[in-house]
Nanobody
Framework: QVQLVESGGGLVQPGGSLRLSCAAS????????MGWYRQVPGKQRELVAI???????NYADSVKGRFTISRDNAKNTAYLQMNSLKPEDTAVYYC???????????????WGQGTQVTVSS
């Protein structure tokens, strides 16, 4: 059973940086698109950044110039480098990926369990 495992969240002061990681827990055939979303209580989950299998990226306007999404296809891992963090970036961050578990299956939509990012002084 494939799972996405996230790491790297935590508490950081305004202006600080964090890097989130998202990795598949089992051997897979391939990742297609990979993305990071975030959610605060009482609000809908929103897209933060997405990266295609070819490396094209797209960002929410609120994080452009501060966040960078990347991927390591050899490690089946995605990253979100977050710089110049603001209190309004506080949320639970979720990794999403379209995964082909094997050559003949998928792609299917997978979500990580979420990691808390808190930006506060």
């Amino acid at each position: 059973q494939v799972q996405l495992v996230e790491s790297g969240g935590g508490l950081v002061q305004p202006g600080g940086s964090l890097r989130l990681s998202c990795a598949a827990s089992a051997r897979i055939f391939s990742f297609n698109d990979m993305g990071w979303y975030r959610q605060v209580p009482g609000k809908q989950r929103e897209l933060v950044a997405i990266i295609t299998s070819g490396g094209s990226t797209n960002y929410a306007d609120s994080v452009k110039g501060r966040f960078t999404i990347s991927r390591d296809n050899a490690k089946n891992t995605a990253y979100l480098q977050m710089n110049s963090l603001k209190p309004e970036d506080t949320a639970v961050y979720y990794c999403n990926a379209k995964i082909k578990p094997s050559e003949l299956l998928g792609p299917y939509d997978y979500w990580g369990q979420g990691t808390q990012v808190t930006v506060s002084s």
